[in-house]
C-alpha cells in the first residue's frame, strides 16, 4: 500500500497512481463532500493493486476454456471483470478477465462519490472512465483518436454529451495504438455502457474486430512485445499502413456488426468506431461529427 501516490493537480482533479494503475479523479457538490469523497475513494485505491494481484493467475484465465469456467474471484473488482468478459468469451473467443481491468477498477472508485450531496464525479483509468450524475447533470466528454503522441499536443476529434437522463455511466477505448494490445486494426473504438466494466469488456471485442487481412500489417506475438500479457502467443497489431479507403471501409463494417450485436444483446448502448479518416457510429450517440475522425 506505501507505493500509492496522489496529487492535487493545479484544476483541483487528483491523480491517483500505483504501478500500472493512473487514475484521475474529479468530483464536485456540496462544500465538503468532494473533499470527503475523493478521501474516501483513496482510502480504497491503496489496496487495488495488491488485491488483484493476488487474483492475478485467476484474471489471466482465458474464459473460453473449461479451466475459465469455474473461474471464481474473491475480490469485488475481480468479480466485476470476471462478470464483465464471461458473456464475450463464448463460441470459443479467447478472453481474460484482463480485458475489463481499467473499467472495473474506475467502476470500484466511483461507487465513493455515490452520495446526494455530489453533483458529478468521474474517475478516469488511462481512459475508461466511471461516471456519476446527480439528476440533470451533465458531462461533455472528448474524444481523441491517436493517444500515442500525448493529448496535451492533440486537437480533439470529436466531442459528445452525456447527462444524467442517458444510461450511460461507462465509457471506455480500446484500438491498436492505445496501452493495451488490441487484435484489430481500429485507431480507436469508443463505447457508451451503462457501466464502465461492460464498455471496457465490449470495446476490447468490438476494436478486435476491425479488421482485414492485408500482409503489410505488423503483426507480433504479444509476448514478444511484453512478457507479461496475458495474450501469450497471440498476434497483435504493431503497425497499421495506409489502407485503401475500400479496406478501410470494410474493416470497420466488421467493427460495426460486432458493435450492433453488442447493442442488441443489451451490454452497451453506443459505439463509435475510427480507422484512418473514416468513422462508424452505432447506436444513439450524440456525436459532433464534423470533428470526427478528420
Do not use: K, Y
Given at each position: 500500500m506505501?507505493?500509492?501516490l496522489r496529487?492535487r493537480l493545479?484544476?483541483?482533479?487528483?491523480?491517483?497512481?500505483?504501478g500500472?494503475i493512473?487514475c484521475?479523479?474529479?468530483?464536485?457538490?456540496?462544500?465538503?463532500a468532494a473533499a470527503?469523497c475523493?478521501?474516501?475513494?483513496?482510502?480504497?485505491?491503496?489496496?487495488v493493486?495488491?488485491?488483484?494481484?493476488?487474483e492475478?493467475?485467476?484474471?489471466?484465465?482465458?474464459?473460453s476454456s473449461?479451466?475459465?469456467a469455474?473461474?471464481a474471484?474473491?475480490?469485488?473488482?475481480?468479480r466485476?471483470?470476471?462478470a464483465a468478459?464471461?458473456a464475450?468469451?463464448t463460441?470459443?473467443?479467447f478472453?481474460t478477465?484482463?480485458a475489463?481491468?481499467a473499467?472495473?477498477?474506475?467502476e470500484?472508485l466511483?461507487v465513493?462519490?455515490?452520495?446526494p450531496?455530489?453533483?458529478r464525479?468521474y474517475?478516469?483509468?488511462?481512459g475508461?472512465?466511471?461516471?456519476?450524475?446527480?439528476?440533470?447533470?451533465?458531462?461533455?466528454v472528448?474524444?481523441?483518436?491517436?493517444?500515442?503522441?500525448g493529448l496535451?499536443?492533440?486537437?480533439?476529434d470529436g466531442r459528445?454529451a452525456i447527462d444524467?437522463a442517458?444510461p450511460?455511466?461507462g465509457?471506455?477505448t480500446?484500438?491498436?495504438r492505445?496501452r493495451?494490445?488490441?487484435?484489430?486494426i481500429?485507431?480507436?473504438?469508443?463505447v457508451?455502457a451503462a457501466?464502465?466494466?461492460?464498455?471496457?469488456a465490449a470495446a476490447?471485442?468490438i476494436a478486435n474486430?476491425?479488421d482485414?487481412d492485408?500482409?503489410?500489417?505488423?503483426?507480433?506475438?504479444?509476448?514478444?512485445?511484453?512478457?507479461?500479457s496475458?495474450?501469450g502467443?497471440?498476434?497483435?497489431?504493431?503497425?497499421?499502413?495506409?489502407?485503401p479507403?475500400a479496406?478501410?471501409a470494410q474493416?470497420?463494417e466488421?467493427g460495426?456488426?460486432?458493435?450492433?450485436?453488442?447493442i442488441?444483446a443489451?451490454?452497451?448502448v453506443a459505439?463509435l468506431?475510427?480507422l484512418?479518416?473514416?468513422?462508424?457510429?452505432?447506436?444513439a450517440?450524440?456525436?459532433?461529427?464534423?470533428?470526427t475522425?478528420?
Open positions: 506505501s507505493g500509492a496529487a493545479g484544476d483541483g482533479r487528483w491523480h491517483f497512481q500505483h500500472p493512473d484521475i479523479v474529479f468530483a464536485e457538490g456540496e462544500s465538503g470527503e475523493i478521501d474516501r475513494a483513496w482510502l480504497r485505491f491503496q489496496g493493486l495488491d488485491e488483484l494481484v493476488a492475478l493467475p485467476l484474471l489471466r484465465t482465458d474464459l473449461a479451466a475459465g469455474a473461474v474471484p474473491r475480490g469485488p473488482i475481480a466485476r471483470m470476471v468478459c464471461r464475450h468469451a463460441g470459443g473467443r478472453l478477465a484482463m475489463a481491468v473499467g472495473s477498477v474506475a470500484e466511483i465513493a462519490f455515490a452520495e450531496r455530489i453533483h464525479a474517475v478516469n483509468n488511462g475508461d472512465i466511471a461516471l456519476h450524475l446527480a439528476p440533470g447533470a451533465a458531462f461533455d472528448g474524444l481523441f483518436t491517436d493517444p500515442a503522441h496535451a499536443a492533440l486537437p480533439l459528445f444524467s442517458w450511460v455511466r465509457i471506455a480500446s484500438g491498436w492505445g493495451s494490445f488490441s487484435l484489430g481500429a485507431d480507436a473504438v469508443t457508451l457501466s464502465a466494466s461492460s464498455a471496457d476490447t471485442v474486430a476491425v482485414v492485408d500482409p503489410r500489417i505488423v503483426r507480433r506475438p504479444a509476448s514478444e512485445v511484453r512478457d507479461d496475458d495474450l502467443h497471440r498476434l497483435v497489431t504493431c503497425a497499421v499502413p495506409l489502407l479507403e479496406r478501410v474493416a470497420l466488421n460495426r456488426r460486432a458493435a450492433a450485436r453488442e442488441a443489451g451490454r452497451i459505439a468506431l475510427c484512418q479518416g473514416q468513422a462508424r457510429d452505432c447506436g450517440i450524440a456525436l459532433d461529427h464534423q470533428e475522425c478528420p
